[in-house]
Structures are given as C-alpha cells and as structure tokens.
C-alpha cells in the first residue's frame, strides 16, 4: 500500500505525525509513504525509514508572488510531481482548507481527513472523500495516530507512539564537532514574544548550572536569535554559541545532549523526538495539547500564564534532578 501524507506545517505538527507512521508500518507491513511538507522542513519526514518520497511545497513562500512567472511555473512543477503516482490513500492531517484545496485535491487516490467537528478548519473537510471524527481535547500526537488507524483501517497500537528517528542520529554518525565534553542544550528562541523567558532569567540559570563543568550550548536561527545567544554568553567561558546549522546539525547536537532545556518551540518537540530529557518552560501555552510528547519530557508552568514569573531556581531544580538521573541510568 502507498499513501501520500499532507501535513506540511509547522516543525511541531510535522514531527508530531511520526508516530502515527510507526503504528501504520507496524500494523501493515510493507506500507510505505510519500509526504507533501513545507520546503523549510523537508528534512524531517526523509529520517523515518518508511517515507519512500518527500515532496517540498512552498505555500508560505508562494502567497507573497503567487501570480509571478516564477511561482506559477514552481506551483506547476509542484502539480505535476504530486500527480505522479496514484495513491491507494491520500491522508491530510493539517486540517487546513489551504492544505486541502491547494494540495489534497490535486492529488489522485481516495481523500481522507478529518470532518467538519474534528479539523482545524471545518469547510477543509468538503475536500475529502472520506472524514473521520477524532476527538480534539487530546495530544496532537494521538489525534493524528487516530486518524491514521481509522484511514487506513487497523485499531491504534497500546502505548506511546514512536517516533522511530532517534536511531537516525546514533553516536557513530553524529559530527565530531559536537562529540566530547558533556553539555547541556538550551532552546532560548522562539517566535512569539509571550512564549519567551526574559534573558535575565537565563542568565541566572546558568549561573547556578557552572559548578556542574557542563558545557552549555546555543542554538540560533535568526540574527535577533544570535544576538541573544551572544548576550546570554557573555563572561560564561562554558557557554557556546553554535555557528548556524542545518536542522539535521541542531538534531545531531540535541541527539547527544544530556540534558534540554527550552521554551516553547519547534526545537522542543525535536528534542522530544530524540528521546532526550527535556524540560519546557510554558506561558499561555496547554501543554496537555501540543506540548513535549514522548519519555523524559517535563513541563514547567509559569504562574498567571507570564513566563516572567516563572524564577530560574524551579528550573535549576527540575534540571538538577533531571540530569542526576541521567547520571545513574534511572530514567524512567
């Protein structure tokens, strides 16, 4: 059987459909997949060892030209490769009437997705073929690993989804750039002004984190990002500020972490993806929903929802504790 997946943003909500193809491989052996991704992710669905093919979409990019000469041979190209083949089944798991109208109606093969009560955007459903009711006050995770099972027809594994990537980044293919010292990873970046921990914040927390020797290490992606990145290492030899990497590069430094902290970001469910112990910092933000999903992955509130309020001692107590026992092999 052959199924082309639509789901193609954000980070989270691509990283967060994994699962779902580990139970469809596991229930129906020899399925493999295609996936219809956003470009700037195109990366992920390639580490899972039942996606076939990954067909880059631009949407995000397209919009802003979308009657250029360029865009318009780009979507054209885009249209022919995805009518390629046809599908024994066709999965939108975005839920989004741009995902459904733009990319899931011009596929070939039968359409399913979720109905009118159970999507992001009830009128996307008038694009499938057939619809299916998920209850939404659950995990993202298990939502989608639900849709999946009732699309392709089998009863959802018992347990906790597997991501099945974590192998991908095994030590002997990690760079050995990032080999050595043991270090910390701290995910300082994120997209919303809500979502972010006052740099002050940070800084104390690595101040209690130097008498552990960990190295601590700063991803960045944009040059606000590094900015904060070089202020928050300012006169703390044990922190450093990463060159800028490819998402694949931040997944080889995340894979041999001991220990994450960070906020909310597409970053943390990579992290939990990996399977490293990971402690997210929330504001507004219902981590029941769409937070950290998978083992060791620990989630701190802040009081009144403002990250602000939430001291870097908790933190310091949480991540203590944390990489104790990953020191002695006892997490559960």
């Keep these: 059987m052959r199924v082309l997946i639509v789901k193609t943003s954000s980070m989270g909500d691509v990283l967060h459909t994994l699962p779902a193809?580990?139970?469809?491989?596991r229930m129906l052996p020899g399925i493999q997949f295609d996936w219809v991704v956003e470009e700037?992710?195109?990366?992920?669905?390639s580490w899972h060892p039942t996606v076939d093919?990954?067909?880059p979409v631009a949407l995000r990019r397209w919009r802003k030209k979308w009657f250029s000469?360029?865009?318009r041979q780009e979507r054209h190209d885009f249209k022919r490769l995805l009518r390629q083949r046809h599908y024994d089944r066709i999965i939108d798991a975005q839920g989004l009437?741009?995902?459904a109208a733009l990319v899931t109606r011009i596929a070939r093969g039968e359409k399913h997705g979720l109905d009118c009560k159970s999507a992001r955007e009830a009128l996307a459903?008038?694009?499938?073929d057939v619809r299916h009711a998920v209850p939404v006050r659950q995990h993202a995770v298990e939502r989608i690993r639900q849709l999946f099972a009732a699309s392709l027809g089998?009863?959802?594994?018992?347990g906790r989804g597997d991501y099945a990537i974590a192998g991908y980044f095994s030590e002997r293919q990690r760079n050995d750039t990032h080999a050595g010292a043991p270090y910390v990873v701290f995910l300082h970046a994120t997209t919303r002004d809500e979502k972010h921990w006052p740099e002050s914040r940070w800084r104390e927390l690595i101040t209690l984190l130097l008498p552990s020797g960990l190295g601590i290490k700063l991803p960045w992606g944009t040059p606000e990002e590094y900015q904060r990145a070089l202020r928050l290492s300012d006169n703390y030899p044990l922190v450093e500020v990463l060159p800028r990497l490819t998402l694949a590069e931040v997944a080889q430094v995340l894979a041999g972490a001991k220990a994450v902290v960070s906020v909310d970001t597409g970053l943390s469910h990579l992290a939990a993806a990996l399977d490293r112990p990971n402690i997210t910092v929330y504001g507004p933000t219902d981590p029941g929903l769409i937070g950290g999903y998978g083992n060791h992955q620990h989630a701190l509130q802040s009081d009144h929802?403002?990250?602000k309020n939430l001291p870097a001692t908790r933190v310091y107590a949480e991540l203590a504790a944390l990489l104790s026992l990953e020191a002695s092999g006892q997490n559960t």
């Design 53 to 55: 093919r990954v067909i």
């Design 125 to 128: 459903c008038w694009f499938y």
């Design 21 to 25: 193809l580990t139970d469809a491989v």
């Design 154 to 158: 089998y009863d959802v594994p018992p």
């Design 97 to 99: 009437i741009k995902s």
């Design 69 to 71: 000469a360029a865009i």
């Design 40 to 45: 700037n992710f195109a990366q992920i669905p």
């Design 305 to 307: 929802n403002q990250l």
